[in-house]
């Protein structure tokens, strides 16, 4: 079983968000980053899933070469080659262009990514790239087998989950359990250098929805705090000054 | 022209995230002139609640009951919103951010060739352009995002706007779809829910715990406050992962990332991870006997003090004020 797995280039969870160049542009200074933690996900159950089908898995990214570490990262992870998309993600729509065009080339049983991005968090590039292949999309999924070319899932919903079953080809925007994120160990890490990263061209320019200004949200307040043996004094606040009850 | 509205149901009650993308809609028409509000409903659902739906700010409910559509096949949810949104010539589609209206939109997108924007929070700046601010980095920024197509998609975050109720019933008519097997290629063999409690990611009000509770069998205080409140339960990641509470409950970056009014945390320490699913409430309460504990400084009100001490006592006095 061929997988393609798509892995986002994103600001570490514990980063300070900051923006530079009058609030156009996300301030990476002092930033690390990562492989997204959702992508992080999918790409632990491709490595289980090619190691129990055989196959090859290949991972991609749409970015300039500073995604490069990320990548090799995930080549470290266990996937076989990579592939970058040179150009900076512009919006959804423009990423999942390029992503049909070359898992189309690639003829892929199986495309896995996360759920959605943690930078701009917009979870529709695993949905635009079925409808643009004409695959079925799933997200966001927990769990993922495949037996032959059938494919159990379980979706998470509101309040629960539901099982479903599918057959390959097929995409899916994982999340936790999926499987347990990967350390790669040292044979990872060296065998990784030598491991093809093939950089591409994109496709297409074409974009849809741009963003062109951001903003941060107010800074709060201090904290209102209330003595532990007189907890009604809370019950009053949260009635009469913040309005909540 | 109409703009469109996907609305989602559960166990015969329309949520009230959809009556809130109903209601955007309705605000939205009010700026931009794009006519009445249509809501799309699919699947079995009674008739007086879709007409209800009027009360929110729709004056149309196309009700499509084919009952293969009432759980959420997304490749045919998909197909029955673009067939809609084609018979009342639409040029937007409003929905409320969620599991299924999130995979739904994306191949909508595609299918009527418009732009998506989700996690929206307030209505477009149409004084220059389409312009829509949206939630990003998990709510700790907001971005200005240019849109343009002339087709658009608006995923509303929760909270983005007040429910309006003092609208008329919607007249309720019925929509036929033509669907293909393919669009029933997958097969939904299970579905497992929690009944009866107030959804997490739709609550008002949540009651979350962390590993400060030292073990499951202490979450019978969350569940009475919760109960008292009317409140969803809530959990850290830590929580979550060691199977104290199950996944579905885990609020977070990588989690369940809630709305609601009020938001009380027991026992959480306030990681940075557990506060991007939190920092859109409107009111964050945390208690914490650690006085240095880092939600503190998110928080608007708090109280130092042993959780086992502190909320079956606050337990009490809501119950006396409520």
Request: aromatic share 4%; proline share 4%; glycine share 8%.
């Amino acid at each position: 079983m061929n997988i393609l797995v798509c892995i986002t280039h994103v600001p570490d969870t514990t980063s300070k968000i900051q923006f530079t160049d009058n609030n156009t542009k996300f301030d990476s200074t002092g930033v690390q980053f990562i492989i997204g933690p959702y992508d992080d996900y999918a790409l632990a159950r491709a490595v289980e899933l090619r190691d129990q089908t055989g196959g090859k898995l290949t991972v991609l990214n749409v970015g300039l070469a500073e995604s490069d570490p990320t990548l090799r990262k995930a080549l470290a992870i266990g996937a076989d080659e990579a592939i970058r998309v040179n150009s900076e993600p512009k919006d959804s729509f423009f990423v999942a262009k390029q992503i049909a065009h070359y898992a189309k080339e690639g003829g892929y049983d199986l495309i896995l990514m996360g759920r959605e991005s943690i930078d701009f968090n917009g979870g529709m590039v695993h949905g635009m790239v079925g409808e643009l292949l004409g695959m079925p999309s799933f997200s966001p999924v927990m769990k993922l087998d495949v037996e032959g070319t059938t494919v159990k899932m379980a979706r998470e919903i509101e309040g629960g989950k539901e099982m479903l079953e599918a057959s390959l080809p097929l995409i899916a925007g994982c999340q936790e359990p999926i499987a347990e994120w990967k350390i790669p160990n040292m044979r990872g890490i060296m065998s990784a250098r030598t491991k093809p990263l093939n950089v591409v061209n994109p496709v297409t320019d074409e974009t849809q929805a741009v963003a062109t200004q951001y903003q941060l949200p107010p800074a709060k307040g201090a904290v209102k705090l209330v003595d532990k043996d007189h907890v009604e004094e809370l019950v009053k606040l949260l009635k009469n000054e913040a309005k909540v009850l | 022209m109409s703009i469109l509205v996907y609305i989602e149901h559960a166990e015969g009650k329309v949520k009230k995230t959809s009556l809130e993308a109903v209601s955007f809609a309705n605000a939205l028409s009010a700026k931009t002139g794009e006519g009445d509000v249509v809501a799309l409903a699919l699947g079995t659902i009674g008739q007086d609640e879709l007409a209800a739906v009027g009360k929110a700010g729709a004056s149309k409910v196309l009700h499509a009951s084919d009952d293969r559509l009432t759980a959420g096949v997304i490749q045919a949810h998909a197909s029955a919103v673009a067939q809609a949104f084609e018979k009342v010539g639409a040029k937007t589609v409003v929905l409320a951010k969620s599991s299924l209206g999130d995979a739904v939109a994306a191949r909508l997108a595609i299918k009527i060739n418009a732009a998506l924007v989700s996690n929206v929070v307030e209505l477009p700046d149409t004084s220059a352009g389409y312009k829509v601010k949206r939630s990003i980095f998990t709510g700790k920024a907001f971005a200005e995002t240019e849109v343009t197509t002339e087709n658009k998609i608006l995923a509303i975050k929760k909270n983005a706007v007040d429910l309006k109720a003092d609208g008329s019933d919607a007249a309720v008519e019925s929509f036929e779809v033509s669907l293909a097997d393919s669009d029933f290629a997958s097969k939904i063999t299970a579905t497992e829910r929690a009944t009866g409690e107030v959804l997490l990611p739709e609550a008002d009000i949540v009651v979350s715990g962390g590993r400060g509770l030292k073990g499951p069998e202490n979450w019978g205080m969350i569940e009475d406050l919760a109960k008292t409140l009317g409140a969803a339960t809530g959990c850290s990641k830590p929580v979550s992962d060691i199977g104290w509470r199950p996944h579905h409950e885990h609020v977070g970056q990588t989690g369940v990332k809630v709305a609601p009014s009020l938001y009380i945390a027991i026992g959480i320490s306030g990681a940075i991870q557990h506060l991007a699913g939190v920092n859109s409430s409107k009111c964050i309460v945390v208690i914490n006997k650690d006085p240095e504990a880092p939600f503190f400084k998110a928080a608007d009100y708090g109280i130092v003090g042993d959780a086992f001490e502190v909320v079956p006592k606050l337990n009490e006095a809501l119950k006396a004020e409520l």
